[in-house]
């Protein structure tokens, strides 16, 4: 059975992997750098899905002030499932501990951003009851 809880340090070398699978190759230490950053603002929240002391998914929720909404927006700034589980309810149980935490945060609206390429991702947004809404454009600074 999965369990949902909060990611830590100690979950790098596993997250780095699944960070991978999503097409952002990193290492380890710097996924537990980026932890410890995301951790000590109180904005974000990192969960991972665990089955039997493997770590087969993560969640991270970003929650902001909105202009367009009264009160807060939630966006799931990372989810992805290990390629092995894919299909078993790990993404639904990664989604619902998001909604969960956006709603206990107050947040009037949850939302996400996924590649183009990504078709079986879309289904499953669709499936949950996400509406398509726009796109995204980025430019990266480095």
Same mark, same amino acid.
């Given at each position: 059975? *999965?369990?949902? &809880? ?6 790098? /070398? ?6 991978? +699978?999503?097409?952002?190759p990193t290492e380890p230490a710097a996924v537990a750098r980026r932890l410890?950053?995301?951790? @000590? ?5 990192? +969960? *991972? ?7 087969? !998914?993560? /969640?991270?929720v970003h929650v902001s002030r909105s202009l367009e909404y009264d009160g ?12 092995? &589980?894919? !299909?078993? !309810?790990? !993404?639904?149980?990664? /989604?619902? @501990?998001?909604?969960?935490?956006? &709603? ?12 183009? &390429? ?15 809404t726009g796109r995204r454009f980025a430019k990266l600074l480095l």
């Open positions: 059975m *999965v369990e949902i &809880r909060d990611a830590d340090a100690d979950d790098a /070398v596993e997250l780095a992997e699944l960070i991978g +699978q999503l097409g952002y410890e950053r995301l951790a @000590a603002t109180g904005i974000d929240r990192i +969960q *991972v899905a665990e089955d039997e002391g493997r770590i087969v !998914g993560l /969640v991270g807060d927006a939630a966006k799931i700034s990372a989810i992805v499932v290990d390629e092995s &589980r894919r !299909g078993t !309810g790990v !993404g639904r149980a990664l /989604v619902d @501990a998001a909604e969960a935490e956006a &709603r206990e945060r107050g947040c009037e609206v949850l939302w996400l951003t996924t590649a183009e &390429r990504r078709g079986d991702a879309h289904a499953f947004y669709r499936a949950l009851g996400f509406d398509e």
